[in-house]
């Protein structure tokens, strides 16, 4: 169990670094402009997203083979003209830097990259990688053979134009809630969770973690400020279980992977983790947790509260501490 929060500058070995992080992840997702090397290995359901147009291909600017041998590994491979990102998400990890997937980073140029394990930065690049993916061309077999066919030509800087119509919508701050839940009585719930199903479908496909699952938060309409949610944000819960006027337990935050406006209410979808019980804290440990951060009035088991950056981070670190 995570003990301590993760904030470092990569610098010297550090695609080795990566390498160490990346073979021990099960979650691995990157945005890397140019791949000429095989350093770390994408294969089945990884996500990766680089320039893979013609002219990078024909400039050797990413390789094809290495491309092709991670298509033929299973990894889930997009093409995306103009890329120059180079942000990787390793489990609960970002990593987001310089350097490109190459032998020159890896050996010659001088390249730095921030790891951090902060939820909400993890949540924003995930989504900005996610993103990224669903606005570019898909990397098949199809278009392994195709580029296969390209005459190379000598290595030289040209660097693709970005596609004119890819618009991302990623924020750009990350933005923590703490939002009241309370249960509803079986007869309720049975009727939400029917209503729910549909939206828990689509929200499912975008689960990141192994043995994680998708799970409704739903309010009336009444409840305006709840609609300011947001896809990539992250939600603290306190829990408000039936007869209660108080929340009992409290939640780690967790990302909101899909919003849903309703006819009569507004409902989010959030990325629950196998052991999120096991993570949560009481409410009296967490008031507790929280009196630095002088939240007015105060939270309750009607709260929808939009902490501030300063805040955000002063409970992620405090909470962390208690671990």
């Given at each position: 169990m995570q003990t301590s929060h993760v904030h470092r500058i990569l610098h010297?070995?550090?695609?080795?670094?990566?390498?160490?992080?990346?073979?021990?992840?099960?979650?691995?997702?990157?945005?890397?402009?140019?791949?000429?090397?095989?350093?770390?290995?994408f294969g089945k359901d990884d996500i990766l997203v680089s320039d893979v147009s013609d002219d990078a291909i024909k400039h050797q600017q990413t390789n094809r083979d290495v491309i092709a041998a991670a298509v033929h590994r299973g990894a889930k491979v997009f093409s995306c003209d103009g890329l120059h990102a180079k942000i990787l998400v390793l489990d609960q990890r970002a990593i987001v830097g310089s350097a490109n997937l190459?032998?020159?980073?890896?050996?010659?140029?001088i390249e730095a990259a921030v790891l951090t394990d902060h939820p909400g930065t993890v949540a924003l690049v995930t989504k900005l990688i996610?993103?990224?993916?669903a606005k570019s061309v898909s990397v098949d077999r199809d278009f392994v053979s195709r580029i296969a066919k390209i005459k190379l030509a000598?290595?030289?800087?040209?660097?693709?134009?970005?596609?004119?119509?890819?618009q991302l919508e990623s924020p750009t701050e990350?933005?923590?809630?703490?939002?009241?839940?309370?249960?509803?009585?079986?007869?309720?719930?049975?009727?939400?969770?029917?209503?729910?199903?549909?939206?828990?479908?689509?929200?499912?496909?975008s689960?990141?973690?192994k043995g994680s699952s998708a799970e409704w938060i739903r309010w009336p309409s009444s409840v305006w400020r709840a609609k300011a949610i947001r896809e990539g944000d992250t939600v603290v819960q306190l829990w408000c279980p039936l007869g209660s006027a108080v929340p009992v337990r409290v939640y780690e935050q967790v990302t909101v992977i899909r919003t849903q406006k309703e006819p009569r209410g507004f409902r989010i979808y959030v990325e629950e983790s196998r052991i999120s019980d096991a993570r949560a804290i009481s409410w009296q440990r967490f008031r507790q947790i929280i009196k630095p951060l002088?939240?007015?009035p105060p939270v309750g088991r009607g709260s929808v509260r939009l902490l501030t950056a300063e805040q955000a981070d002063v409970l992620w670190s405090s909470w962390t501490a208690t671990k």
């Open positions: 010297l070995n550090l695609w080795s670094e990566i390498a160490k992080l990346f073979n021990h992840s099960t979650r691995r997702l990157a945005a890397i402009a140019y791949v000429t090397s095989d350093r770390v290995k190459s032998a020159s980073s890896a050996n010659r140029l996610n993103d990224l993916a000598a290595p030289v800087w040209r660097g693709s134009h970005r596609a004119p119509n890819l990350s933005r923590t809630w703490i939002i009241g839940v309370r249960e509803l009585s079986p007869p309720f719930l049975e009727r939400e969770e029917a209503l729910s199903e549909p939206g828990k479908k689509l929200a499912s496909k689960l990141q973690k002088q939240i007015s």
